[in-house]
């Protein structure tokens, strides 16, 4: 499976002269860290995140698949979501031709769900469950004006929305849902994971220069990759991502991006892309202890984007309760119940457990939907605060922080 490479690295690590090149990496590394996400070997680049970059595609179509009235159908979606390779599910033909899919990868990390199935298997089936009650519910009642208790549209005059019998966007749950379950869990939870990156001789061999099969990259190199490619694969520039960040896809590289707009927190995007690269540059050099220092950073400002953005969007929609807004308020608590679903896929680096668990998560979105069958329709501003509250505590930062991002 592997072949030895001696190691010429180029723009990446400086290996100082007292370094060791036992199993445990180096113990007295030196870092050059490069300017951009770009690392090489004998000439050529060891960075591949194609899996990620197409799976962020496959996304993006099945988000707008839920919004085509006029050619959707539960059964063409869910073939878009758990696609086969060379099904024509998708206009790009690239897509068509992928061995990859998305819902196989939902709730699928090693650290949080190799043991736990059943908890797995009920994530994938609540996204599976968004799409048919789209198809099922909201589809239908397209050309309906929505009220309490019956699917339909509500409109502000300018914008449409197209919401449950509770008032909840079923294509905005699945989108931010997905954000959580696919990309976060993914990059925090997997790929990131010491149980992923050290697996077999993963170590060894990356300490050893050794390299995977018919590829010029180790495969912890790659594992790492693969990890920044849940945030970044979708980038016009994914060496430099920073630079367009916020406008290349609808998950986690453009709400990264939105929380960064604050000045409350205008340095998270920045922290986040030189946390991967130092990391990266930290695996070529054989220090891990770096290299785990830099997934612990990773993990938790990535995580605090989804509280913020999930309080945001509460908050707003509070704001636009108050001025009879009502399409925007739905909007936006369907956003909000999204992020806040995402939460449980979140790592705080100081448990290793995420910031509010699957349980934790449950109540605040039962909280949110209400006791009731009307949901979204009884919601009052007192809960609005009582849910965003309950985030910030879990975080470093306020509602009020939270809530001024734009």
């Known amino acids: 499976m592997f072949k030895p490479l001696s190691i010429l690295l180029t723009v990446t690590v400086i290996l100082s002269s007292c370094s060791s090149d036992d199993d445990a990496g180096n113990t007295n590394p030196t870092l050059e860290v490069p300017e951009n996400y770009t690392f090489s070997r004998e000439g050529s680049s060891t960075v591949d995140f194609n899996g990620q970059t197409t799976r962020i595609a496959m996304a993006e179509a099945i988000s707008s698949s839920l919004l085509d009235f006029d050619n959707a159908t539960e059964a063409s979606i869910m ?12 206009e790009d033909a690239a897509l068509n031709a992928s061995d990859k899919n998305v819902r196989s990868k939902v709730a699928a990390s090693v650290d949080y769900f190799n043991t736990n199935a059943v908890q797995s298997q009920a994530i994938k089936s609540t996204f599976d469950e968004y799409i048919a009650k789209q198809v099922s519910e909201v589809f239908p009642n397209q050309n309906i004006v929505a009220i309490a208790g019956t699917a339909g549209q509500i409109t502000d005059g300018t914008r449409t929305r197209y919401v449950s019998a509770t ?10 849902g997905i954000l959580g379950a696919l990309m976060t869990d993914q990059m925090l939870n997997n790929y990131l994971s010491v149980a992923v990156l050290d697996e077999s001789d993963n170590r060894a061999n990356n300490t050893a220069g050794i390299t995977e099969e018919g590829s ?4 912890m190199e790659h594992k790492w990759d693969e990890a920044y490619g849940y945030i970044y694969g979708a980038s016009q520039d994914p060496a430099n991502p920073n630079a367009t960040i916020g406008e290349d896809d609808g998950f986690l590289n453009e709400y990264v991006g939105r929380v960064n707009d604050d000045a409350d927190f205008n340095t998270i995007a920045e922290t986040i892309f030189n946390a991967f690269k130092t990391g990266r540059a930290a695996i070529v050099a054989g220090d891990y202890v770096t290299r785990d220092e830099q997934a612990a950073i990773i993990r938790a400002e990535v995580s605090k ?26 909007h936006g608590l369907s956003e909000a119940y999204g992020f806040i679903y995402s939460l449980q896929f979140t790592r705080n680096p100081q448990t290793d457990a995420p910031y509010l668990s699957g349980a934790e998560v449950t109540g605040l979105l039962d909280q949110l939907m209400g006791d009731g069958a009307n949901g979204l329709w009884d919601l009052t501003t007192e809960t609005i605060d009582a849910i965003s509250e309950s985030i910030a505590a879990e975080f470093d930062f306020t509602v009020a922080q939270a809530a001024s991002v734009d």
């Open 216 to 219: 010029n990259y180790t495969t």
């Open 305 to 330: 984007a989804i509280a913020v953005r999930g309080i945001y969007y509460l908050q707003q929609a509070k704001t636009k309760i108050a001025a009879g807004n009502q399409t925007g308020a739905f």
């Open 79 to 90: 073939a878009q979501f758990t696609h086969t390779a060379g099904d024509a599910d998708f």
């Open 167 to 176: 008032g909840l966007e079923y294509n905005q749950a699945f989108a931010k």
